[in-house]
């Protein structure tokens, strides 16, 4: 098992990154680092530079990176440019690729929500052909993963279930396509934890945290218990990050990572 903490929800500083919560990270013990890919695409070429050294001198990987479009990058309803979205590919997943990265998160509800009256069947054909036509020959080219990330019902408008997951996922059935779990949004949308049984083969990353993005520090509510013994039982082992906020201590993440351990541990 990989273990690993987001940055996006855990700091204020949205379009820089901030050091300081690196060294929190590594000083807790995590193995790597989840950076908004689309924050690492702003970053200046000399700004980037500095991100791969200081996480070289911390020895902090980048097993995975989140937020994979911004969303002024539409992938559903009628203001899709290829042209701009193989342009910021080509510098995003490059970069990824520097850093390390192996898998990115696919969630980017604001890039892929569909428009109101576009059909939710014409927003996944539009998702599709995106994916084949423009990710995946990156996927291919510097050897990352794309993992499916179902978002609530609150936030998203297609593909909002770990079933609807499966179903997109079989329907480009590529070894580049895979699904994540976030066990809050599955929480907000009252999906069974029990559908992760049913996932487990194409599951290849999980999101962790409370509701409201909060940080586990103190123990796991009934929810997360249930679906941590899940995957327990399954044999998952691959990567798994908190995505929430930073905790209410200095000591929040390394105790919060602890207990995460021991779920699967014990």
Known sequence: MRYGMCTDIATTTRDRVEYELLKRIKEAGFDFVEFPLMMIETLSDEDFEVLLAELKRL?????????FFPGRIKVTGPAVDKAEIDAYLDKAMGRAHRMGV????????NSRNIPEGWSLERGYDQMREVIEELII??????????VMEPIRKQSGNILLTVKDGEY???RINKPEIRLLADLMHMQYNEESPEDLRDVRPMLHHV?????DRMLPEDGFSEFLQKTLKILKELGYDETISF???GGTGPNSLKNALTQLKRQFCS
């Open 243 to 245: 995505e929430s906020k």
């Open 102 to 109: 192996k898998k990115i998160v696919f969630g980017s509800n």
């Open 137 to 146: 020959p990156y996927c291919r080219k510097y050897g990352i993963m794309i």
């Open 168 to 170: 997109f996922v079989n």
């Open 59 to 67: 020895d902090l990987a980048c097993d995975c990176s989140c937020n």
């Open 207 to 211: 999101h962790i945290c409370e509701m």
